[in-house]
């Protein structure tokens, strides 16, 4: 499983990506609307770093999400077009594929939404799994019946497993077939936190420290 930060925070993804294992970031109108600032030089300072950069329409029909998503994938090669899962979306899009635009369909909640998705041409699709727990139901559930059902018919669509809320989820969409997982910088740090490590490299340490002491160093 790749690991993208599911954040428009451009200093916090900047720090993440010098770590070297973020390859992507994905956005949404809501995390761009906390980043503030202009969404088109946000998208443009984050494509400049990763390799993948999801940037959704707001526009609710076809005509509309397909004139955005053109807009958006001109910011920069690795801008990905994140599509709303609604008729007037798949219909965008086949028309932004047609012209070789790659697309993430997003708001995903179902195995059968994702192989819609992916039958319209989607390159990626993002299930919502914490959303999903919310509401009663196993949003990991739907990453491993979507996973199998790709594998089954053989569908090269990536799988981007969102709305990860803790590290349990990390692990577990990674178990069940997720081939991304974009995570929020807040659950990546505590990821990069164990208290044995900590442990342990404090009593490395000042064994070593007692060695040169020992030694009159
Ligand atoms: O990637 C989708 C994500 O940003 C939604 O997360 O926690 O608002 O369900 P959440």
Redesign the pocket.
Known sequence: MRIFA??ADVEEIKKLADLGFISGA???P??IAKAGGEPGEIYAQLANMLEHV?AEVVAEDADGMYREGRELSSIHPNIVVKIPFTPEGLKAVRRLKADGVRVNV?LIFSAAQALIAARVGADFV?P????ID?IGYSGVDVIRQTAKIFTLHDISTQI?A????HPAHFIEAALSGAHIG?V?PAVIWKLLKHPLTDIGLRRFLEDWRKLQESKGK
């Open positions: 599911d954040s994905t956005t949404n809501t995390l999801s997003t993002s919502f799994i914490g959303r919310d981007i969102a709305s990860i809320r974009t929020p």
